[in-house]
T-cell receptor, first 113, second 114 residues
Framework: NAGVTQTPKFQVLKTGQSMTLQCAQD?????MSWYRQDPGMGLRLIHY???????DQGEVPNGYNVSRSTTEDFPLRLLSAAPSQTSVYFC????????????FGPGTRLLVL | AQSVTQPDIHITVSEGASLELRCNYS??????LFWYVQSPGQGLQLLLK??????LVQGIKGFEAEFKRSQSSFNLRKPSVHWSDAAEYFC????????????FGTGTRLTVIP
């Protein structure tokens, strides 16, 4: 198993540009989520999905879109990047229920100029 | 308001010394409790978790944590720290109600000196 994979590892954008952060898992996990990590603030949930075709907002969803067309993939879209979206983004997945271990990807570092 | 507090931003310990990282939470009911570790440039790895039962929880890499309901705390401990334990440690909580959000503390960075 590759676990949770994320691409790209690092990206520089200009304000107003769009991009998609990719996340994939090969563990057949129903639950997938996106977090952003900012200095001194820990991780905050952006969006999550409990299965293909089902997504919902987390704590900080503004400026981000998600979709879940397959169990394996959960891309995060920035439609018009802003400097406030400079952060490290982590994707995570697990089976249903918090008793299950949540696995994190290696992260994508995004810089918006 | 619900919150997770890690009061120590940075801790430095000598290799071989004991370690305790503090975590306090403020929730209406006892949540599910987790400790994660993040090595530099890496994702997060689950160290241990508490759901119910024995309040002393054993995890990976020789770590343990003790849940104390009266203090709303879930402190992480290790009897003897190794240089490879240098990392950032996050406490996190999830509500038992079935909500899907995992709330993280702000993290404690551990430095290990020889």
């Amino acid at each position: 198993n590759a676990g949770v994979t994320q691409t790209p590892k690092f990206q520089v954008l200009k304000t107003g540009q769009s991009m998609t952060l990719q996340c994939a898992q090969d563990m057949n996990h129903e639950y997938m989520s996106w977090y952003r990590q900012d200095p001194g603030m820990g991780l905050r949930l952006i969006h999550y999905s409990v299965g293909a075709g089902i997504t919902d907002q987390g704590e900080v969803p503004n400026g981000y879109n998600v979709s879940r067309s397959t169990t394996e993939d959960f891309p995060l879209r920035l439609l018009s990047a802003a400097p406030s979206q400079t952060s490290v983004y982590f994707c995570a997945s697990r089976l249903q229920g918090w008793q299950e271990t949540q696995y994190f990807g290696p992260g994508t570092r995004l810089l918006v100029l | 308001a619900q919150s997770v507090t890690q009061p120590d931003i940075h801790i430095t310990v000598s290799e071989g010394a004991s370690l305790e990282l503090r975590c306090n939470y403020s929730y209406g009911a006892t949540p599910y409790l987790f400790w994660y570790v993040q090595s530099p440039g890496q994702g997060l790895q689950l160290l241990l978790k508490y759901f119910s039962g024995d309040t002393l929880v054993q995890g990976i890499k020789g770590f343990e944590a003790e849940f104390k309901r009266s203090q709303s705390s879930f402190n992480l401990r290790k009897p003897s720290v190794h240089w490879s334990d240098a990392a950032e440690y996050f406490c996190a909580v999830a509500e038992r109600s079935g909500a899907n959000n995992l709330f993280f503390g702000t993290g404690t960075r551990l430095t290990v000196i020889p």
